[in-house]
């Protein structure tokens, strides 16, 4: 049993059978997002939750479960993720859906969000090259960080199609692993260009300021919602009240609104699933359907 959750154990939270009585966090996001900034979520939720063992696993693969086997043992794995935007929308096709959202999206600095719980893909080139717009790439090369990324490939399949062009419009295509190898990728030579997710850039821009002068960024694509916290449909509703509380009280915690601060991560608010209905965002439903 869990120490100081009687009443949401009486009422049948479904943890009270683990041995260890965990919560598991699963984290997609990293190495693109830094560790630290999940740990410090897993740190305050266990402190919020009255100490209760909160335990997190990184998983550094992919952004998020692919379109099938993966999404389908997705529920016995993790009790909060944080995954890619599509990710969930995939999740959410099963019957039963094994994730619900939590009900909280980050808002991250980047002036351009407006305070929306949203981000932009900046499509990066070396800065001493001679590309300055996505049609000067044609014929050239590009590094994605995984085929279940928003940001990263399927913003520019999106590109793609409005341009009336295919992935045939490069010479190459290919996988780098992570946001943080495509930027190494297109610094070192290897690829022409790239999309990164807005927020990594700004966080490695601030660990690394001299990349500043190495790259440049050519276009900006978006607003694209933000990747969710998603919580296991299976876990009793006051948890999942409780959890969300938690979350949305980390900018009133000095210790971890400061290292959160760090990331560039300003709050988290309150949002429901409409922000990712795909009837509100008919050009990546369109993808989705052709992919």
């Not at 913003?155 to 419009?169: M, P, Q, V, W, Y």
Request: hydrophobic share 40%; charged share 25%.
């Amino acid at each position: 049993m869990i120490k100081g959750s009687s009443a949401v154990v009486a009422a049948g939270e479904d943890i009270r059978e683990r041995d260890n009585g965990e919560i598991h966090f699963v984290a997609y996001l990293s190495p693109s997002i830094p560790q630290a900034l999940f740990e410090a979520l897993a740190d305050h939720t266990q402190r919020a939750l009255g100490n209760e063992r909160v335990s997190l696993r990184v998983e550094t693969r992919v952004s998020g479960p692919h379109k099938g086997g993966e999404c389908s043992s997705f529920g016995d794995e993790a009790d909060v993720a944080f995954i890619c935007a599509l990710s969930f929308v995939w999740l959410r096709e099963l019957r039963p859906p094994p994730v619900d959202l939590l009900g909280v999206l980050p808002v991250f600095d980047d002036e351009r969000n407006l305070g929306r719980p949203v981000y932009f893909c900046d499509v990066v080139v070396r800065n001493d090259g001679p590309i300055r717009s996505f049609s000067g790439l044609e014929g050239g090369s590009w590094a994605y960080n995984d085929a279940c990324s928003l940001s990263g490939y399927y913003s520019l399949l999106k590109k793609l199609a409005e341009s009336g062009a295919d992935e045939g419009f490069f010479d190459s295509v290919f996988c780098s692993g992570s946001h943080l190898n495509s930027i190494e990728a297109v610094v070192n030579g290897e690829a022409d260009a790239a999309a990164i997710d807005s927020n990594v850039l700004r966080i490695r821009f601030r660990e690394a300021p001299a990349l500043r002068e190495r790259l440049r960024v050519i276009e900006s694509w978006g607003p694209f919602p933000i990747q969710p916290v998603v919580v296991r449909s299976a876990l009793h509703p006051g948890l999942k009240v409780r959890l969300r509380a938690a979350f949305l009280a980390t900018h009133d915690d000095q210790r971890t609104h400061r290292i959160l601060k760090r990331f560039g991560l300003s709050r988290f608010v309150a949002a429901g699933q409409e922000v990712y209905s795909l009837d509100a965002h008919k050009d990546l439903a369109a993808l989705l359907a052709a992919t």
